[in-house]
């Protein structure tokens, strides 16, 4: 949902776009996951990159406890992440 909104807010994509996407994500049967070790595993993550916040660890974490892809559009974060998950951008999402 975040990518989606930040891609309308820069004006990457229009606000049709962003609501039909939105709508899409929504109708998606996405259950929300906490793994046990998620708090553990964000924590080192942040610990061997370097980062002061383990927000954006958690993200990396998630996905690759999941063994999902991560969608971002965070250069920086995709940089990094692209170490330990498969990276999506916007470019990757079918039109």
């Given at each position: 949902?975040?990518?989606?909104?930040?891609?309308?807010?820069?004006?990457?994509?229009?606000?049709?776009?962003?609501?039909?996407?939105?709508?899409?994500?929504?109708?998606?049967?996405?259950?929300?996951?906490?793994?046990?070790?998620?708090?553990?595993?964000?924590?080192?993550?942040?610990?061997?990159?370097?980062?002061?916040?383990?927000?954006?660890?958690?993200?990396?974490?998630?996905?690759?406890?999941s063994k999902c892809r991560l969608l971002?559009?965070?250069?920086?974060?995709?940089?990094?992440?692209?170490?330990?998950?498969?990276?999506?951008?916007p470019a990757d999402l079918p039109k």
């Open positions: 949902m975040s990518v989606i909104h930040e891609l309308k807010w820069r004006h990457r994509i229009s606000a049709t776009l962003a609501s039909a996407a939105f709508e899409k994500l929504m109708a998606v049967p996405v259950r929300p996951r906490q793994p046990a070790e998620l708090k553990a595993e964000a924590w080192r993550l942040a610990e061997r990159f370097g980062w002061a916040k383990t927000y954006d660890a958690e993200y990396v974490a998630l996905a690759r406890l971002t559009t965070d250069a920086r974060l995709a940089t990094v992440a692209r170490q330990i998950v498969d990276i999506v951008g």
